[in-house]
C-alpha cells in the first residue's frame, strides 16, 4: 500500500498491513480492529475528497489504542504541598509494605488458615498481636477505613440506642460523610451535648439516661476553634462513663503509634494515651499519620472488641490479603522508633527541612528554567507545607517550591498557569501542583530520592512542546 490513496483498502487489508499486525501483537486483533474501524469512521465523517494516507490512519490507530491500555490509575508526582493528600492516595507505602503486598498476590497465602493448628484461622490474627503490643490495648480488629470503623462500633453497641456527642464534634470527614450521618446509618440516636465551641461535664451528665448505649468522643482532627472554648479531658469523661457502667469509645480520625515532638512536629493524640486515659475503644486510620495502607483500626476492650467483630457488618468491612500484608509490614516498622524517620516514607516527608527542600528546589529550578525558555519565569520561593487528610489542620510545615508564572516585565499572567498546570499534568507522570497569585507553585516535599528526581527531571523536556 502506498503512503496515499484515493479512498481506503478493505478493513481486512489494513490490518493485515503496513505496521498494524505489530499494534495486534500487541494489544490484541479485536482492540486493534475497533480503533480501526473508528479511524475509517473519523476519515469518511471529514468527506472523501481528501487522500487517505496510510501512515496517518495508522498513527491515529496507536494513539487510540495506546489511550485505551494506558491505566487509569497511574502513579502522579505530589507536588502539592499536602503529604497526606485524599485525591492522591494519602500515605506512600514503605518498602518492606510494598514487598509484602507483592509476596502475597503472587499465590496463596494464609489469609484465614492457622498453619500452627492445620485449620481456618481469623484474618486479625495478622495485625492485632502487633496492634496490641503497640497501643497496649487488649484486642483489637481492622476494616476497610476508619468511617467504616465508627460505624462497626456504633452499629454493634448502639442500634436503637442513644449516644451523647458534644456539637463540637460533629466533624464531617470528607467526602461530605459527617458523623451525624454515620451514626443515622449505624442504626444510633445521635444525643447533641454543649455547645459548639464549650461543653462541659454536666451537659454529659444530664444527656445520660436509660437508653444510653455508650458516649462518644470524636477528635476534631480536621478543624480548629480557637477563643473561648471548653471540651472534657478523656480521663473525666472515662471516670463518668464507668460510673453509669457505659462503654466509652473515642475516635482519634488521622490517629499515630508515636510522639511526633519527637521529630518537631506538632503533638497528636496517640491511641497509647486514649487508653491510659481509661477510653474503652479507639478508632483511627492507617493510611494517615500511621503512613500504612487505607485501614480502620479499632483497639481497646476485649469484650467490646469482640462483640465488635461478632457484629454481620464486620465480613462486609473486613480487609483482604494485600491490605493486612501492608498494615502488618508497616506496624513493624513501629517496634524499631529510633529508625522510623529513615523507613517510614511519611514521617520522613514530613520531617525534610527548608534547607534540604531550598537546595533540591534550586536545583531543579534551572533545569524547569532551560525546558520552558523565555516564556516564563521561574523563582525559588518559601512556602509552607500542610499535613493533610484532617490531620493537625492549623500547622504548616516550612517548605520550598518552585513558582512558574509570567516573563518579567509582562502585565498580567492570562491563562499560563492553567496552560501550564495542563501540561504538567500530561506528562507521562503526571506533575500536580497548585495555582497560587498567579503562579504554578510545585512544593518539592514530596519529592523524596534520587530515583524519584530523576524521573521527574527526565520528562521535562516533553514541556517544549506544550505551546504555552
Known amino acids: 500500500m502506498t503512503d496515499a490513496l484515493h479512498r481506503p483498502p478493505s478493513l481486512d487489508k489494513l490490518l493485515d498491513g503496513g505496521t498494524l499486525p505489530d499494534l495486534i501483537a500487541q494489544h490484541g486483533r479485536a482492540p486493534v ?22 501512515a496517518a490512519f495508522e498513527a491515529v490507530c496507536r494513539a487510540r489504542l495506546d489511550a485505551a491500555a494506558r491505566p487509569a490509575l497511574r502513579p502522579v508526582f505530589n507536588l502539592t504541598g499536602t503529604v497526606l493528600h485524599t485525591n492522591l492516595g494519602r500515605a506512600v ?35 492485632e498481636g502487633l496492634l496490641r503490643e503497640l497501643t497496649g490495648a487488649e484486642a483489637a480488629t481492622a476494616v476497610n477505613n476508619n468511617a467504616a470503623a465508627v460505624l462497626l462500633v456504633l452499629a454493634a453497641l448502639a442500634d436503637r440506642k442513644e449516644v451523647p456527642v458534644s456539637r463540637g464534634e460533629l466533624v464531617e470527614i470528607g467526602g461530605a460523610f459527617r458523623i451525624p450521618d454515620i451514626m443515622r446509618r449505624a442504626g444510633a440516636r445521635l444525643v447533641e451535648v454543649g455547645t459548639t465551641n464549650r461543653t462541659h461535664l454536666r451537659d454529659y451528665e444530664a444527656a445520660i439516661g436509660p437508653r444510653t448505649a455508650l458516649v462518644m468522643k470524636v477528635h476534631a482532627s480536621n478543624y480548629a476553634i480557637q477563643g473561648f472554648t471548653a471540651s472534657v479531658p478523656a480521663a473525666e469523661l472515662a471516670a463518668l462513663c464507668r460510673s453509669r457502667g457505659l462503654p466509652f469509645v473515642e475516635d482519634l480520625g488521622s490517629g499515630t503509634l508515636v510522639d511526633l515532638t519527637r521529630w518537631g512536629l506538632p503533638a497528636e493524640p496517640t491511641p497509647q494515651q486514649s487508653l491510659a486515659a481509661g477510653v474503652d475503644l479507639v478508632t483511627f486510620s ?46 513493624k516498622l513501629y517496634r524499631d522508633p529510633d529508625r522510623l524517620a529513615e523507613r517510614l516514607p511519611t514521617l520522613r516527608l514530613l520531617t525534610r527541612s527548608q534547607a534540604e527542600l531550598t537546595a533540591q528546589a534550586a536545583r531543579l529550578a534551572s533545569v524547569i528554567a532551560r525546558a520552558l ?42 491563562r499560563l498557569p492553567e496552560r501550564l498546570a495542563e501540561a504538567l499534568r500530561a506528562l507521562p507522570i503526571p506533575v500536580i501542583g497548585r495555582i497560587e497569585d498567579g503562579q504554578v507553585r510545585l512544593d518539592l516535599r514530596c519529592l523524596d530520592g534520587a530515583a524519584a528526581e530523576q524521573a521527574f527531571v527526565a520528562q521535562l523536556p516533553l514541556l517544549a512542546a506544550a505551546g504555552l
Not at 35 to 51: C, I, N, P, Y
Open 373 to 414: 525558555g523565555e516564556r516564563v519565569r521561574v523563582q525559588v520561593l518559601p512556602c509552607r507545607s500542610q499535613i493533610g487528610s484532617g490531620s493537625l489542620p492549623v500547622d504548616r510545615l516550612p517548605s520550598a517550591c518552585i513558582a512558574i508564572g509570567a516573563p518579567a516585565g509582562a502585565r498580567r499572567a492570562g
Open 93 to 127: 507505602m514503605a518498602p518492606e509494605a510494598i514487598d509484602a503486598v507483592v509476596a502475597v498476590m503472587r499465590g496463596a497465602a494464609n489469609l484465614e488458615y492457622d498453619l500452627a493448628a492445620g485449620a481456618r484461622g481469623d484474618r486479625d490474627d495478622h495485625v
Open 286 to 331: 492507617g493510611d494517615k499519620l500511621l503512613g500504612g495502607p487505607q485501614a480502620g483500626l479499632i483497639v481497646g476492650d476485649k469484650a467490646l472488641v469482640h462483640k465488635v467483630k461478632k457484629h454481620p457488618l464486620k465480613r462486609s468491612l473486613r480487609l483482604d490479603k494485600m491490605t493486612i500484608a501492608a498494615l502488618e509490614a508497616t506496624l
Open 33 to 54: 480492529r475497533a480503533a480501526a474501524r473508528a479511524a475509517l469512521d473519523a476519515w469518511r465523517a471529514r468527506g472523501t475528497a481528501q487522500a487517505f494516507d496510510v
